[in-house]
């Protein structure tokens, strides 16, 4: 079974701490994305990678950026954390034209 | 631009009644369409998915879904639910490229009354 793990089920930070969300799978896929959901808002894309070192933004990358130094493993960072990235955030990978496989998720609280 | 729409925000029914969640979506080829559901407080676990071929689809949990090219829709269904089926459910359609992106839509919350 694939599994997507994300290194964190809650987290709470305060505003201006850098924060750092972990996810790592272990089906060699060779994309990941990272996703905030909000109630009524759905599911929005924030970044994803297509290949290692290789990223593109998705619908709200403002105030994120990602990284991903090994094909396992995609971050996502908040620079300097605020109240309105107080949501649930998912992580999924896929291999190409495929279903997503996602991740628990990890749901910020930003103080 | 691709977009996928669930017309209905909230559905409650009764545990034994059949259900139908809607999907309609706008893509120029063939879609790749995909049903997931969300338990409170969990990920994303796919249902079912539609790439080619048959256009009724079997997925887990006693789901299916039917492609209708023609009404560009891919509704869920499911003969008899089952309170453990109250959660929300995403319909989704693939990008069109090899990177695996999808559009979701804004979730169906099923409500299952006892």
């Known amino acids: 079974d694939v599994k997507v793990t994300q290194s964190s089920r809650y987290l709470v930070k305060r505003t201006g701490e850098k924060v750092f969300l972990e996810c790592v799978q272990d089906m060699d896929h060779e994309n990941m994305f990272w996703y905030r959901q909000d109630p009524g808002l759905g599911l929005r894309l924030i970044y994803f990678s297509y290949d290692v070192k290789m990223k593109e933004k998705g619908d709200i990358p403002e105030g994120y950026s990602v990284s991903r130094e090994k094909k396992e493993r995609f971050s996502l960072i908040l620079e300097s954390a605020s109240t309105n990235q107080t949501s649930m955030y998912l992580c999924?990978?896929?291999?190409?034209?495929?279903?997503?496989?996602f991740g628990p998720g990890t749901r910020l609280t930003v103080l | 631009a691709q977009s996928v729409t669930q017309p209905d925000i909230h559905i409650t029914v009764s545990e034994g009644a059949s259900l139908e969640l809607r999907c309609n979506y706008s893509?120029?080829?063939?879609?790749?369409l995909f049903w997931y559901v969300q338990s409170p407080g969990q990920g994303l676990q796919l249902l079912l998915k539609?790439?080619?071929?048959?256009?009724l689809v079997q997925g887990i949990k006693g789901f299916e879904a039917e492609f209708k090219r023609s009404q560009s829709s891919f509704n869920l269904r499911k003969p008899s639910v089952h309170w453990s089926d109250a959660a929300e459910y995403f319909c989704a359609v693939g990008a069109g490229s090899n990177t695996g992106k999808l559009i979701f839509g804004q979730g169906t919350t099923l409500q299952v009354k006892p």
């Open positions: 539609y790439f080619s071929g048959d256009t």
């Open positions: 893509y120029g080829a063939t879609p790749y």
């Open positions: 999924a990978s896929s291999p190409q034209r495929n279903e997503q496989f």
